[in-house]
């Protein structure tokens, strides 16, 4: 009954064990939390880097779309199988290894995989509840539409960059 009541409260992960890093904006999907593109490219960026001993970006779209441009360091994992995988990899360091997940807008793919992994992630767990290998997970609000939409000049310039020092 302990553990309900201290999942109950809202700025604690999902096994009640600490407050969340991200700060969060209301989104589409209730039951999930979500990142604003701002913060993701804070997170990309290395600003919290401090407080993660991990962070892994999983994108869920389909692989010709992830081929065509994605978020610097994201893995693209869009199969239940693929997402599965995660909770049979180690997870190292005594810090907080966090999961964003997203898709193309946000809306179907990402928030699904979201939940089948944390459903995935309750069931190995189950004996053992309400502890998680994966406590802090987040959606991307808007998915990578409205990242690339918000930072596309950063993202062409570092692509031109990144081009020309492979030209030189």
């Known amino acids: 009954m302990q553990a309900v009541e201290t999942l109950e409260l809202a700025d604690k992960v999902a096994d009640g064990s600490r407050d969340y890093t991200l700060p969060s904006i209301p989104g589409q999907h209730r039951d999930l939390r979500s990142i ?28 010709y779309e992830f081929e065509g441009g994605h978020i610097k360091g994201a893995v693209n994992l869009f199969t239940k199988d693929d997402v599965s995988a995660l909770l049979h990899r180690p997870v190292s360091g005594d810090k907080r290894h966090v999961l964003i997940f997203h898709c193309e807008f946000s809306s ?8 089948f992994l944390r459903s995935q992630d309750r069931e190995l767990h189950k004996d053992q509840y309400p502890a998680l290998l994966f406590p802090e997970m987040y959606l991307l609000h808007g998915g990578y539409k409205a990242f690339f939409n918000k930072f596309k000049v950063n993202i062409n310039v570092q692509f031109f960059f990144s081009f020309y020092i492979l030209l030189l």
């Open 36 to 63: 604003s593109p701002e913060v993701m490219a804070d997170v990309v960026s290395g600003r919290y880097k401090y407080l993660f001993s991990d962070v892994t970006i999983v994108d869920c779209r389909y692989p």
């Open 108 to 115: 179907e793919r990402g928030p699904n995989m979201y939940r």
